[in-house]
C-alpha cells in the first residue's frame, strides 16, 4: 500500500513540519494516522507504536456512510458496531409482524444474514497529501473566487481517483484549511445484519441513563461486508482479546469522530452559543414533544417512530452539553485568552499582522451574515421545513436532473459523480415508507416552516397556497407515485426530460422551492462560507507559525486514534470505579421502560456469569461519530466496544478535560458471554474467539509480527478452519502513570 506523503506546509518562506508532539500529561487529541504521535505515547505509558501496528489498525478500522464508527473483527467481512448506529437497518428489515428492534435477531446461518436496504462500510485504503494541488488554484483568489475554485478541484481530484463504484474518493479539509488529505476508501454496500440484540439491553435505561455511568447497554450489532455475493474476505480485522479490559491499561480508540469546534474563533463560538445552539435545542424539544404525542396514537406508530425520537432525545442531551459548556464563564473565559494570546503574538510580529491579523475580524463579519441569512437557509436548502423521505427523494431527482448535466467542477458537491454511488443506494433503497409518518413529520415540518419565515413570505405564500399545512401534506403524500423504486429509478435513468415531464405532485412542490433554495444557498455560500474558508487557512498558518505544531485538527468524521487508560473519575464525595457488572444490570432492573430487560436475558440469567465486566470508561478523547468505535489494546486487540461518553464529555465539542471526561464502551468479555449463553450466536463467537495459545506464545504481538499472525489466522478461517477456544490470559501491567 502506497504510504501517504510527509504532511509539509509552506508559511511565508519557511516548510513546517506537521509532526505533532502532545503534553506529556494529557490523554487529549483525535490524531491522524499519519501524523500519530508514537513518541509521546511511548513516553507516557511505555508503549511502541509502529507503522506497520498504524497500517493494521487503519485497514481494520471501517466507517459507516450513515455517520458511525466500525471495525472488522473478522477475516470473513464481520464488521462490529453499535446497536444504535445499525438501528435504521433494523428498523428497516422489521415489519409490524416481526419487530427486530423489540425482538433482537441472530443470523443462524450465512444464509439467515438479512441485507441491509442503506448501510454503507468503508474501509481507508490510503491517505495522500493534495495540499500543494489545492493552494495552486486557489492562490490569491478572493473570498467568493476562493470558495469556487476550491470546490472545484476538490471535485476533480475525486473525479480522478474514483476509477471503480467500489472506490470512495473524499477530499478531508485538515485544521480548518492547513492542509487537505485525499483519503481512498474501500466501498462495500452490500452489507447483512448478523445480529443485533433486544433494544430493551442495548439501550437499557433510555434516556435517563444516557450520557451518564454506571451504564449497563449491550449496544453492539454486527454486520458482514459481502462481495460479489460472498462474504468479502480480508486481508486485516482486529484479533479478540482473551480477557478484555483491565484498570489501568493503555487503550487506543480508532474511529470517525464527527466534528469538534476546539479551533473555531471566538466569534463563531459566540454565535454557537447566542443563536445556533439555543435555536437547535428549541426546535429538538418540540420535535420530541411531536414524536412522543405520534407514538400515542398506537403500537405502530410507536414502533415506526421510536428511532426518530431516539435520535431527538441524542441530540438534545449532547447539545445541552455544548451549551453548558460555553455559557460557563471559567470555561469560556479559556477559550477567550487562547484567542487573545494568539492573536497579540501575531500581532507582534509585522509580517505575521499583514498575513493573518485581520482574519479574526473577517470571520466575524461572516458571523453577522450567518444570522442574517441563516432561517431562509435551514429551512429551504436545508431541508427544515420539508421533513419527509419521500420529499427527500423528490429533491434529489429534480436537483441531479440538473446538476448531473454540468461539468463536474460546476456541480454541487452532493452530486459530484464520487458521490453519485451513495446517493443512488439511498434513493433506489426498498426500506419501508410509512405514509402516516411521512404525513405527520411533512405537517410538522411545515408548519414549522411558516411559522418561522411568517405567513407572508413570498416562499411561505407559495409553497402554501390556500391550503394548511396539513391538508398540503396529505395531498402530496398521498399522490406521490415516489413510493415505487422502480418509478424512482426510472426517473433517475431518464435523467432531465423524465423528470421535467414527471406529473408528481412532490416533484411539483419542490420544484416550487427550488429557485428560492438555490438563491439562498448561493448568497450563503458566497457572504458565509466562502469568507469563513478563506480567512480559516489564514487562521491555520497563523497558528502553524506562531504556536509551532503540537496540535491535532478538529474531527472532520474522517479515521483517527485516541490514545487513553482504563480508568474512572472523582465525584464530589464519591469515586466513580471504571467497571460495571452484568450482575449490575440486573440489580438496576425494574421491570418498566426504559429499566426492563428482555425476556432473553431474565430466562438466561442463571447461565451468564454475573461477574462479567460489562461497560466500562477511559480517558480516551471522542466525540459523536466514534459511535461504534473498537477499543483496543497495546496488541491491536479488541477490548471493548465504544458507545458513549459521560456527562462531562458532552463540552468535548470545544475542549477535553482529563480529569472528568470519559470514554464508555461495551467490554468485550460482555459482548461474547451474552452471544455464547443468552443469544446461541455459537457460529459467531466462533468467529471472534482469539487464538489464544497462538497470540501469547512469546509475548505481546506487536508491529509486523501482528500483521503475520492476523494474516495466518485470516488464512485459517478462508480454510474453514474452526476458532480455538480461549485460554485465560493474565493481563500485561500497565506502565506507570504521569500524574
Known sequence: MKKSSPVLIAIGAAVVSLVAVPQAHSDEGMWTFNNFPKQAVKERYGVSIDDAWLDHVRLSSARLAQGCSASFVSASGLVMTNHHCAHSCIEQLSTPARDLIKLGYTAKTE????????????????????????????????????????????????????????????????????????????????????????????FFGGDPDNFNFPRYNLDVAFVRVYKDGKPAMLDHHLAWSAGGAKEGEVTFVSGHPGSTGRLLTLAQTEYLRDVALPERLLRLAEVRGFLTEYQRRGPEQKRTAKHMLFSAENAMKALRGQHGALVDPAFFGRLRAEEQKLRQTVAGNPEWQKLYGGAWDAVATAQEQQKALRKPYNFLELGLGFTSDLYGHARTLVRAAEERGKPIEKRFREYRDSALPALTQRLFSAAPIHDELEKATLTFALTKLREELGADDPVVRKVLGKESPEELANRVISGTKLKDVAVRRALWDGGKKAVDAANDPLIKLFKIVDPDARAIRKRFEDGVEAPIKKNAELLAKARFAAQGTSAYPDATFSLRLSYGRVEGWQEPGRKVTPFTTVAGAFERATGREPFD????????????????????????????????????????????????????????????????????????????????????ADRLVKELRPRAARTERGGPLGGGALLRETSRRARDVAAGEPAAAAAPSTPTPAAPVAR
Open 111 to 202: 444464509a439467515d444474514e438479512l441485507k441491509c436496504p442503506e448501510m454503507e462500510v468503508n474501509q481507508l485504503a490510503e491517505i495522500e497529501d493534495v495540499t500543494e494541488r489545492v493552494r495552486k488554484v486557489t492562490a490569491g483568489l478572493s473570498d467568493q473566487k476562493y470558495n469556487e475554485a476550491e470546490k472545484a478541484e476538490l471535485s476533480r481530484i475525486e473525479k480522478e481517483c474514483a476509477t471503480s463504484p467500489d472506490l470512495r474518493c473524499d477530499v478531508v479539509t485538515l485544521y480548518r484549511g492547513g492542509i487537505y488529505n485525499l483519503y481512498k476508501y474501500r466501498r462495500y454496500q452490500d452489507v447483512r445484519l448478523a445480529f443485533a440484540p433486544e433494544l430493551a439491553i442495548a
Open 597 to 680: 430487560l428482555p425476556a432473553t436475558w431474565l430466562e438466561g440469567r442463571a447461565r451468564i456469569n454475573g461477574k462479567t465486566p460489562f461497560n466500562f470508561v477511559t480517558t480516551n478523547d471522542i466525540i459523536g461519530g466514534n459511535s461504534g468505535s473498537p477499543v483496543i489494546n497495546a496488541k491491536g486487540e479488541v477490548v471493548g466496544l465504544v458507545f458513549d461518553g459521560n456527562i462531562h464529555s458532552l463540552g468535548g465539542h470545544f475542549g477535553f478535560d482529563e480529569a472528568k471526561n470519559r470514554t464508555v464502551s461495551v467490554h468485550s468479555e460482555a459482548i461474547i458471554e451474552s452471544l455464547g449463553k443468552l443469544y446461541g
